[in-house]
């Protein structure tokens, strides 16, 4: 169990599903949802929503997943998924959409992004969800691309969430943390034994964290190969 989000705060949270796959080798989408319900957030971002073959495919049934959530994806450009290169963005209710970029980034792999921007309770926030790649230079360059893509948009209280891949606590994201304030909830990778702060939040100056955590149970250790993360933010004044 999550605890009570923090008073005047927004939950995010964030979650490599592996595509419905867990430790167990057993496919098992609607315990992914049960895992997602259980963390209580206004908005979770997704990595490896999409099937990895073909038209790639959602490996989670959007009927399904408002039916045990009470979330619903934004927009992507894909008929078949509810994501983007593997990312998708998960709203509550009380959310309304105004605007979603899809970004491709550069790297010896396909990545992307996806820019959602939100108002969330009546509040501004623009959530960028992205899960960047194996090799630290790619990820350089796709940070660059990020950066690159927030010159071009209006001010707005902003937050990146994701599987960042950087094992390391002190290298790799240095250029992210000269322009926002990461967050690093708790180890999360391997699932079975996790020894990796691999899913970080990285907010900018307009939030503040008030308390994070890492959803660490017998399910989540099943569920994925992940453990997913949750942060309440404030919007500074």
Request: glycine fraction near 6%; charge should be positive.
């Amino acid at each position: 169990m999550t605890p009570e989000i923090a008073p005047e705060c927004l939950r995010i949270a964030s979650y490599n599903i592996r595509k419905a796959l867990g430790t167990d080798r057993r496919r098992n989408p609607d315990r992914i949802l049960r895992v997602i319900a259980s963390l209580h957030a206004d908005v979770v971002v997704l990595q490896e929503a999409d099937m990895r073959m073909g038209a790639r495919p959602s490996a989670l049934n959007a009927n399904t997943l408002r039916s045990m959530t009470g979330l619903h994806p934004v927009e992507t450009p894909s008929a078949v998924s509810l994501g983007w290169h593997g990312n998708a963005v998960l709203v509550s209710e009380r959310t309304v959409t105004t605007r979603v970029d899809h970004i491709d980034l550069p790297g010896i792999e396909p990545r992307g992004a996806l820019v959602a921007h939100l108002e969330v309770a009546g509040r501004p926030l623009r959530v960028i969800a992205s899960h960047l790649g194996l090799l630290r230079p790619s990820r350089k360059e796709q940070l660059s691309a990020l950066f690159a893509h927030l010159e071009q948009c209006p001010p707005c209280p902003t937050l990146i969430a994701g599987d960042l891949n950087e094992w390391s606590n002190k290298a790799g994201l240095g250029r992210l943390a000269k322009r926002f304030t990461i967050v690093a909830p708790g180890k999360t990778y391997h699932a079975r034994l996790p020894v990796a702060s691999l899913d970080r939040m990285a907010l900018d100056g307009k939030l503040e964290e008030r308390q994070a955590g890492v959803v660490d149970n017998e399910t989540t250790r099943r569920a994925s190969d992940h453990l997913p993360i949750w942060v309440d933010i404030a919007h500074r004044e």
